[in-house]
């Protein structure tokens, strides 16, 4: 028997009040699969990551991880099924020290975790800013440290909303690699991004949104012969 599918949407349909901000998404995350989640600002990637990790509420459809039904539960109970969210924006407690951003991952990890240790063997950089406040990082920092909480919290399912947004690109490339190593350690991850190419070599399958809709999907090779993002992205 194959394994269930990291996370199910089945016609998912989000509204902020009376304007639709998704209708009828279904999409599926295999179990140890990359997906990429791309289209225009405003499409409605955002909202769906927002749905997964029960920070909005569904109007219609079912959104299962694991298996399970999660679209009428709290994000605290959604989070105790491993789903880890790195938000868009920086996603860290900027008046908080990087070492205290990092502790924080204790209590929500069962069993022994080193954090600070953990986040600089992922990221070297941070052992030199463990007293800094967050705030006070680059942004490329910040989304290292994002990135590595969500990484120590051993996510069964990490939903990342642009991490890529305004970072060089040497920069980018050590949070994609970061990715890709934890992707290829079997976790699986729902990836949004602006940066279409990072996000097409990284992803197994790819859905393009606009307007709230699946416009394509496909593998990666797909996607690029079919033109389809050209025509949605303008590039
Ligand atoms: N908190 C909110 N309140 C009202 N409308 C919102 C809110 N968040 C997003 N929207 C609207 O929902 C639609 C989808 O937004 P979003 O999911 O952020 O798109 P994306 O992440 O693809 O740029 C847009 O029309 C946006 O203006
Ligand atoms: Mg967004």
């Not at 990291?6 to 016609?11: F, I, N, R, Y």
């Not at 569904?58 to 539960?73: F, N, T, W």
């Amino acid at each position: 028997m194959s394994p269930e599918p990291a996370l199910e949407l089945e016609g998912l349909t989000v509204s902020y009040g009376g304007l639709r901000a998704l209708s009828g998404v279904s999409l599926v995350v295999p179990a140890g699969a990359v997906v990429a989640l791309l289209g225009p600002n405003g499409a409605g990637k955002s909202t769906t990551l927002r749905a997964v990790s029960g920070l909005v509420r569904s109007e219609a459809g079912q959104i299962r991880v694991g298996g399970i039904r999660v679209d009428r539960r709290p994000p605290h109970a959604v989070a105790r099924l491993g789903v880890v969210h790195v938000p868009e924006g920086r996603g860290v407690f900027p008046s908080l020290t990087v070492a205290e951003n990092l502790e924080m991952v204790r209590t929500a990890v069962a069993g022994g975790v080193d954090p600070v240790g953990g986040a600089v063997e992922l990221f070297p950089v941070l052992g030199s800013r463990l007293r800094q406040t967050a705030g006070s990082l680059s942004g490329g920092e910040q989304q290292m440290l994002a990135l590595a909480r969500a990484l120590l919290c051993r996510p069964r399912l990490l939903l990342v909303d642009e991490i890529s947004m305004g970072l060089a690109p040497l920069v980018v490339d050590r949070l994609f690699e970061a990715l890709r190593d934890r992707a290829a350690a079997g976790t699986p991850i729902l990836l949004v991004e602006q940066y279409v190419e990072a996000a097409l070599e990284l992803a197994d399958f790819v859905y393009v949104l606009d307007k709230g809709r699946v416009v394509d999907v496909g593998e990666p090779a797909d996607i690029r012969r079919g033109g389809l993002l050209g025509a949605y992205l303008g590039n």
